[in-house]
């Protein structure tokens, strides 16, 4: 199904932007400031069906459309059911909302204590610093304040979080999200990661981001030497796909590593987009071949208008099970569901304990053959 070149971006042709200058198509500002953000724009270069034109009509009131020219180009314009089209093309369905949808579905406005901050573990926080992304995708578990279009008015405020931080010694470990913390200045970047390096708790620096797959042009010298200053940063990011495995996106990540940065992916499970096995094991070869570790596959949270792209569990656990054994460990994400409420991530695993006797316990291998091993 997918061509044996991988990592060659075969849909990197400039197309609408054929006249542009190399020297401005990597320039992540340029990138930023030629972003598709309204339906004007967007059907200058793409015929929308009238259920996507619906959708970017309401954005506005939902979560904000906007797209980087780098990830349009990796658009089948003739394909309505494109896998990088579903993820940030709006569409009328994101207007049904579903009995169990929720505005905040991983109940995160449960565990606030200062503005930003998520403690909802013992030793670990989400530290949220800004509402902005690159480009957004239509499932966004936090679209009730990513882009502010719902009018919550966030602002970060990184003293209060950093003040929060510092007085709890407890936290070991700092996650780094937003909206997307590499869309911020070097120079805050810097700022911030050396505040939390002073933290004498703070031994874990992680940060959340979909920008090397939307805008890779970010990952630049200079970021990457702040990274090295402060390293080993943790970073994890967010491919869905194998065609987001572009040769844009493997220099990147080159970059990072040898700036010390680990590198982790985080994927969601979507309808029609990556739920299938054969996907899934190509997105996870290339990632690996890009020195990127599969971390987790959510199943995708029940924010508000997202039923279109949920998949049954049942599926879930079956691709799991059907990539187990067939292919590297390494190349298998951990499923999770982030329990709705608050609970945190549950992970999900296909069953391989048969029974349990006195003695022993007998356990199925990938192929289903039943082996026993002593309980004690
Ligand atoms: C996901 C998350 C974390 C990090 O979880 P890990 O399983 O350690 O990756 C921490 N805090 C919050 C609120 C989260 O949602």
């Known amino acids: 199904m997918y061509p044996d070149d991988l990592l060659a971006n075969w849909r990197s042709g400039r197309e609408s932007w054929s006249d542009v200058s190399n020297e401005d198509w990597n320039n992540w500002k340029w990138q930023m400031s030629n972003s598709i953000r309204n339906l004007k724009h967007l059907q200058s270069l793409i015929d929308l069906t009238e259920d996507e034109k619906e959708g970017c009509e309401l954005a506005h009131t939902k979560l904000s459309l906007s797209i980087t020219p780098?990830?349009?180009n990796l658009i089948d314009r003739n394909d309505v059911n494109c896998p990088m089209r579903k993820q940030v093309i709006p569409s009328v369905n994101e207007a049904i909302i579903s009995p169990e949808e929720m505005l905040d579905p991983v109940g995160e406005e449960k565990t606030n204590p200062v503005k930003g901050i998520v403690h909802r573990y013992p030793d670990r926080i989400l530290f949220l610093v800004t509402s902005v992304c690159a480009s957004y995708c239509r499932y966004c578990t936090r679209s009730r304040l990513v882009s502010n279009a719902q009018g919550y008015d966030f602002r970060p405020e990184l003293e209060s979080g950093l003040n929060y931080i510092q007085q709890h010694s407890e936290i070991r470990?700092?996650?780094?999200?937003?909206?997307?913390?590499?869309?911020?200045?070097?120079?805050?970047?810097?700022?911030?990661?050396?505040?939390?390096r002073e933290i004498k708790h703070v031994e874990f620096v992680r940060i959340g981001s979909r920008v090397?797959?939307?805008?890779?042009?970010?990952?630049?010298?200079?970021?990457?030497?702040?990274?090295?200053?402060?390293?080993p940063i943790w970073l994890s990011i967010h491919?869905?796909?194998?065609?987001?495995?572009?040769?844009?996106?493997?220099?990147?990540?080159?970059?990072?590593?040898?700036?010390?940065?680990?590198?982790?992916?985080?994927?969601?499970?979507?309808?029609?987009?990556?739920?299938?096995?054969?996907?899934?094991?190509?997105?996870?070869?290339?990632?690996?071949q890009m020195g990127v570790r599969p971390y987790y596959l959510y199943s995708c949270d029940l924010i508000t208008g997202s039923s279109h792209f949920r998949v049954g569990i049942k599926k879930a656990i079956d691709i799991i099970k059907k990539m187990r054994g067939y292919t590297s460990g390494y190349a298998i994400?951990?499923?999770?569901?982030d329990a709705p409420g608050g609970g945190g991530k549950i992970p999900i695993n296909p069953d391989y304990i048969e029974k349990f006797t006195n003695d022993r316990v007998f356990l199925k291998n990938y192929k289903g053959d039943v082996y026993s091993y002593p309980i004690d």
Do not use: M, W
């Not at 990540?253 to 190509?282: A, H, M, R, Y």
């Open 70 to 72: 780098y990830y349009f």
């Open 239 to 288: 491919v869905n796909h194998p065609i987001e495995c572009t040769k844009e996106l493997k220099n990147a990540c080159e970059q990072l590593i040898c700036s010390n940065v680990v590198i982790g992916n985080q994927s969601v499970l979507l309808k029609g987009i990556n739920d299938e096995v054969i996907t899934l094991t190509s997105l996870s070869h290339r990632l690996l």
């Open 212 to 231: 090397p797959v939307f805008l890779p042009q970010r990952i630049t010298p200079n970021l990457c030497q702040i990274f090295k200053k402060y390293g």
């Open 333 to 337: 994400p951990q499923l999770v569901i």
């Open 173 to 196: 470990d700092v996650l780094i999200s937003g909206g997307d913390p590499l869309l911020l200045s070097d120079e805050k970047l810097d700022y911030l990661i050396k505040r939390l």
